[in-house]
């Protein structure tokens, strides 16, 4: 599929242009048992940032993004096409090691991955996983 083929994911209101630019890339169409079976991979790319984490890391933040990841992955019967796709795309910008922001060298890394999961959260109606951002 190609990516103007992809659904209207309708987040163009929700991210900066950049990040828009990188997510909509990632939204692939996705299925339910897919979804579940991306917990494990989530749960070890956590894992890597508590061992490889600096002194600037925000590990209170990528630590979030895994747990309302994990929350969603392991409802993805519960979504839509549209959504799974979504959320698929927010689980690979997590993944991503060349991102906007850099995850592990910047005391910010991990707030647009914070930004897309939150975008995503709120897309799909899911509010009760928003992640916090300091001020």
Do not use: K
């Amino acid at each position: 599929m190609a990516i103007d083929d992809r659904p209207d994911l309708d987040i163009h209101d929700l991210l900066r242009p950049d990040e828009q630019r990188r997510f909509r890339r990632l939204c692939l169409p996705t299925a339910a048992v897919e979804l579940e079976q991306l917990v494990a991979i989530v749960e070890l790319h956590v894992e890597h940032i508590r061992h490889d984490a600096g002194q600037l890391t925000d590990l209170e933040t990528a630590e979030q993004i895994g747990r309302s990841l994990t929350a969603l992955l392991s409802s993805g019967t519960e979504f839509d096409a549209t959504e799974r796709s979504l959320i698929r795309g927010a689980v690979e910008y997590f993944l991503m090691a060349d991102d906007t922001a850099g995850d592990l060298e910047d005391a910010v890394g991990f707030d647009d991955d914070a930004r897309i999961v939150n975008s995503v959260l709120q897309r799909i109606g899911q509010p009760d996983y928003l992640i916090e951002l300091p001020s």
